[in-house]
């Protein structure tokens, strides 16, 4: 099994649409995090559980909804998005002081 | 608000040639890691550095720790076009949440067999 792994990889939806994205790990880790990446933008941090309840909440739109049934799955919810979240979202696990990310591929969004 | 600024933005070069790709910011981080990213795929780790001053190797991935602990740079020896990709940077700060990295725009390069 790979370390992290994100459902699905490409996904098209539209405005009114109601989709999940999927992000599993297999490394044991105790922090789980949800990340945005735009074309020339830093990554943007959007969620962060630890042990399974949510740490940070980075001001994201009540259009994108977290759930973190336990500490290896993690899904992000998406309804009624618009064309300028399209995006790259990223998945990343983490265990320990440092904080090392292990990222998943990402699931590339685009909103029509 | 901490701010990590990379340079340069995008970097081509031919095979064999060494470069250096820069991070700074005005604040202090506690520690601050190097990924690359490939296209299509998640940002991969390379390393961690803690203490100011610091150098670590890898391979030919040579990284440094300002003294400061406010900047840091890679340095790349005779690149390889394996060696292509987005490099960022990400620091944690020294204060704050736990959890909350801080990363830079990347350095896209680009090495040409």
């Known amino acids: 099994e790979t370390g992290v792994t994100q459902t699905p990889r490409h996904l098209v939806m539209g405005m009114t649409n109601k989709k999940s994205l999927k992000c599993e790990q297999h490394?044991?880790?105790?922090?789980m995090y949800w990340y945005k990446q735009s074309a020339k933008k830093p990554l943007e941090l959007m969620f962060v559980y630890s042990l399974e309840e949510r740490v940070e909440n980075n001001s994201v739109p009540s259009r994108f909804s977290p759930e973190c049934p336990n500490s290896s799955h993690l899904f992000l919810h998406l309804h009624t998005l618009q064309p300028e979240d399209s995006a790259l979202y990223l998945c990343?696990?983490?265990?320990?002081?440092?904080?090392?990310?292990?990222f998943g591929p990402g699931t590339r969004l685009t909103v029509l | 608000t901490q701010l990590l600024e990379q340079s340069p933005q995008f970097l081509s070069i031919q095979e064999g040639e060494n470069l250096t790709v820069y991070c700074n910011s005005s604040?202090?981080?506690?520690?601050l890691q190097w990924y690359r990213q490939e296209p299509g795929e998640g940002p991969v780790l390379l390393v961690t550095v803690v203490t100011g001053g610091e150098v670590k190797k890898l391979k030919r991935l040579t990284f440094q720790f300002g003294d400061a602990r406010k900047d840091s740079s890679l340095h790349i020896t005779a690149a390889q076009p394996g060696d292509t990709g987005l490099y960022l940077c990400?620091?944690?700060?020294?204060?704050?949440?736990?959890?909350?990295?801080?990363f830079g725009k990347g350095t896209l390069l680009t090495v040409n067999p």
């Open positions: 490394l044991g880790h105790n922090a």
């Open positions: 604040s202090v981080f506690s520690s």
């Open positions: 990343a696990s983490s265990r320990g002081r440092l904080n090392e990310q292990f």
């Open positions: 990400a620091g944690e700060g020294s204060g704050g949440s736990n959890y909350k990295l801080t």
